[in-house]
């Protein structure tokens, strides 16, 4: 898997050119320094911060990672930011990826983005609409990355609930992808939108779930036990393809729940789906296309250089910030015009991906591209996940799955953390 996604990374840096180098913009940040604060190491927001460094040598710029190994917890690194944030001394930007921003919030601990953003030049209206809470923009994403139901053209398979997606794999005796990935995945589209809205999720709808994982891990590992374990500490849930297209394309698997968060992927995606190839559409809920807000920037209110923190958010909206992004980081930029032009100038690419085969991806068509366009543009459903929630969930299915507690005692385990949780 390492060498499939060296592979898929050779060909985006292939696809964008020598990303912020191509560019020379004069500085416009405030001098200074800026401390950055990411829950989990993001090489995405690593690189849209160089493309900003390089447009203003004079900004010291320091990055903390919250969760930077398997044995911290989402809780545990969020209890020290929280402190830090009462303290007065917290982070000038937070990237608010896996973390609610409701509380910080309502708790006056984000600094009002609005203006930023009204004045952001062709950014998606969907994007912006969706970033509002009571009418105020707090944190606003510099990407976006969907979420799609891939299927072999010439399978019937049933993407509506975990436990009908089961039962159509087994009637096509097919194969499926990864599954801590088609986990978490589930875990996004099913659960956590009624989790959030509710503030809970009733016994019932919890044991289905962690039943329907239990019957998935079993489709996969069958009674293979060296392999049958289920790992879904924070650091594993990350929203990052699988390259489930191309398996499914060639035929390696039946099925898959997958995260599209580059344009190259995209591209592969569509053109596959145009030669019939295999089948897509993108996540939904109720009647909404589903996509996650990708490296969400927000200011702290505690910050020592807001000025600063505001002229680095600018600048990555900016149209120049927002090809630099593209180009860098291969991302799908929430920038209509950059959007658009990267996918009208797409060209024909080839590419072997291992344990696939080798594909030849065409250029977007108008089709694919008015459709992704207007995705954006349309009041879709924004999945910005909380980390804390999805740990509580994930973890309590992970020691139902691994034996470590019975059914009903992970479900008891996991709604009294729910609660408590919700009730803070």
Not at 170 to 193: C, M, N
Not at 197 to 225: A, C, H, P, V
Not at 296 to 313: D, H, T, V, Y
Request: net charge negative.
């Amino acid at each position: 898997m390492k060498k499939i996604v060296a592979l898929f990374l050779m060909l985006v840096l292939a696809l964008s050119g020598s990303g912020c180098s191509d560019h020379s913009p004069a500085a416009n940040g405030e001098a200074g320094k800026l401390n950055i604060y990411m829950l989990n190491d993001n090489q995405n927001v690593r690189d849209a911060i160089a493309c900003y460094a390089a447009a203003a040598p004079d900004v010291e710029i320091d990055i903390e990672v919250g969760v930077p190994d398997y044995d911290t917890t989402v809780s545990d690194a969020l209890k020290k930011l929280n402190t830090r944030l009462l303290s007065g001394n917290g982070p000038d930007i937070i990237l608010m990826d896996d973390i609610q921003s409701e509380s910080y919030m309502q708790s006056g601990q984000l600094l009002e983005l609005t203006d930023i953003v009204e004045e952001a030049e062709n950014l998606a209206s969907g994007i912006a609409e969706n970033s509002k809470y009571n009418g105020k923009v707090y944190t606003i994403p510099l990407s976006v990355t969907l979420m799609a139901n891939i299927s072999r053209a010439d399978a019937s398979v049933d993407f509506s609930s975990l436990g009908k997606f089961n039962k159509s794999i087994k009637a096509e005796h097919a194969v499926i992808g990864s599954f801590d990935r088609q986990a978490a995945l589930w875990y996004r589209t099913q659960i956590e939108p009624e989790l959030l809205w509710r503030r809970g999720i009733s016994e019932e709808k919890l044991k289905t779930f962690y039943q329907d994982l239990y019957e998935q891990m079993d489709m996969i590992y069958g009674n293979d036990e060296e392999s049958r374990f289920a790992s879904f500490q924070q650091i594993n849930l990350q929203a990052l393809s699988g390259l489930a297209a191309p398996h499914v394309f060639f035929k390696k698997i039946g099925a898959a729940k997958e995260y599209i968060d580059t344009l190259s992927y995209l591209q592969m995606l569509c053109s596959m789906g145009n030669e019939g190839g295999l089948d897509f559409s993108f996540c939904r809920w109720e009647d909404k296309t589903m996509y996650i807000p990708m490296n969400r920037m927000a200011i702290s209110s505690k910050s020592q250089n807001p000025e600063g923190a505001a002229a680095l958010i600018k600048y990555l909206l900016s149209e120049k910030g927002q090809q630099q992004i593209a180009e860098s980081t291969g991302c799908i930029p929430v920038n209509s015009k950059v959007l658009r032009s990267a996918m009208e100038n797409s060209e024909e690419w080839e590419n072997v991906i291992g344990g696939a085969g080798s594909y030849k991806a065409k250029p977007f068509t108008e089709k694919d591209v008015n459709q992704i366009c207007d995705l954006l543009n349309e009041n879709s459903y924004s999945v910005t996940t909380d980390g804390i929630l999805m740990e509580i969930i994930m973890l309590g299915a992970q020691d139902y799955l691994n034996g470590a507690l019975s059914l009903d005692a992970a479900t008891a385990q996991t709604q009294k953390k729910v609660g408590i949780y919700f009730a803070e």
